[in-house]
């Protein structure tokens, strides 16, 4: 099959509010470049967004969105065999309308390909559950390699990180173990084109992101926005040829006692004439193992320890990351929707001073 490609927009207008992302260079990184790991660290606490150069994945990236177009052009009735349900549980299919985008329950209007990191590496083993052809097909030649870098790039991210936090080597590598079964997975998603004609104003609510790290992609298409603390205004995210967008998520937050930050983002329909073309983009979830629990690494850190007694309580959460993540999948399931209430009970740290958030 060779679905017909969209994706040979106008460019990205220079009279939009962009937020001034830090460029992390990913071989200074790996190199244990102190300075570029201190501006990765500043990165982290500010704003939990960065660009990241020179990551080398550049061509799987491509063949990833090609293997979503496959997805996506296979018949509706032939998605909705593999759709991800109701259960809090987010791998398979993800149908446009299922999810609300705020508390009136608002339908969101993406459909996404996620595929689990533990099913796509047993492969042709089956972990957690199956996926449509069109992603069997390219399991071994495209999913495959393409999440074994995603890993080995967000974890050299994570090693600078914990050394800036004062952790012993290898904590959080421990946190995140092969061998332990997790929601970690990659994530193609399609955003329609002309979604504005319909009035469609957000097409990913406004969230943060559920687990550790997150590896982010777009086909130089506009339409991620993020919040910058402590204001009220969204600055778009420049999308820059070969740069891939960086982003933690809550689990990150909690481990470093809030030292780091996930900070909130959402996803409007792409700008001016970039809307007219669908808009794709590309998310490798870094998530802890499915039995760690969320809470502070205060005995392995003092720096953490010192920051986490600053909010006594905040970070103690007593769940896995496994409850964690099907709670926020769940509740924002306009099946599960009894009220406002089911998606407040979707949020995570972004919310944290809202009371009907129970850790
Ligand atoms: O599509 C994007 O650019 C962002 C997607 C995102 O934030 C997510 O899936 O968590
Ligand atoms: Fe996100």
């Known amino acids: 099959m060779s679905p017909t490609t969209d994706h040979a927009a106008a460019s990205f207008p220079d009279n939009l509010p962009t937020v001034p992302l830090f460029i992390i260079n990913y071989e200074l990184i790996k190199a244990h470049d102190e300075s570029e790991t201190e501006r990765l660290f500043i990165a982290a606490k500010e704003i939990g967004f960065w660009y990241l150069k020179n990551h080398g994945v550049e061509d799987d990236t491509e063949d990833m969105f090609v293997m979503g177009e496959e997805t996506m052009a296979l018949p509706y009735d032939e998605k909705m065999r593999f759709e991800q349900g109701d259960s809090g549980c987010s791998f398979g299919y993800k149908c446009a309308g299922a999810v609300a985008t705020d508390e009136d329950g608002t339908p969101d209007s993406i459909e996404s390909i996620n595929i689990s990191r533990d099913d796509a590496l047993a492969w042709p083993q089956i972990v957690h559950r199956t996926y449509p052809t069109a992603v069997n097909n390219r399991m071994e030649s495209t999913i495959m390699p393409f999440i074994r870098k995603s890993i080995e790039i967000n974890n050299v991210l994570l090693e600078a990180l914990e050394r800036k936090l004062e952790l012993p080597r290898g904590i959080l590598a421990s946190k995140h173990s092969a061998e332990e079964h997790t929601s970690s997975e990659v994530r193609a998603i399609k955003a329609p084109k002309n979604q504005h004609l319909s009035n469609i ?34 600055m778009w995210v420049k999308p820059i040829p070969g740069h ?39 998310a490798y979830f870094t998530r802890p193992g499915d039995s760690v629990v969320l809470e502070a690494l205060s005995s392995d850190s003092p720096m953490i320890a010192e920051a986490a007694a600053k909010k006594i309580g905040a970070f103690d959460t007593s769940v896995t990351a496994a409850d964690w993540f099907a709670r926020r999948i769940r509740n924002r399931r306009l099946a599960n929707r009894k009220g406002p209430e089911t998606w407040w009970a979707s949020r995570g740290t972004e919310h944290s001073g809202n009371p009907i958030v129970a850790y």
């Open 244 to 282: 891939a967008i960086c982003n933690l998520g809550d689990a990150m937050v909690i481990f470093s006692g809030g030292i780091l930050r996930s900070n909130m983002h959402r996803v409007v329909p792409p700008p001016v004439e970039q809307a007219a073309h669908d808009r794709w983009s590309l």
């Open 201 to 234: 104003k957000v097409s990913l609510d406004a969230h943060s992101d559920y687990g550790t790290i997150t590896f982010l992609h777009n086909r130089v298409i506009g339409g991620l926005q993020v919040l910058l603390p402590g204001t009220d205004e969204w």
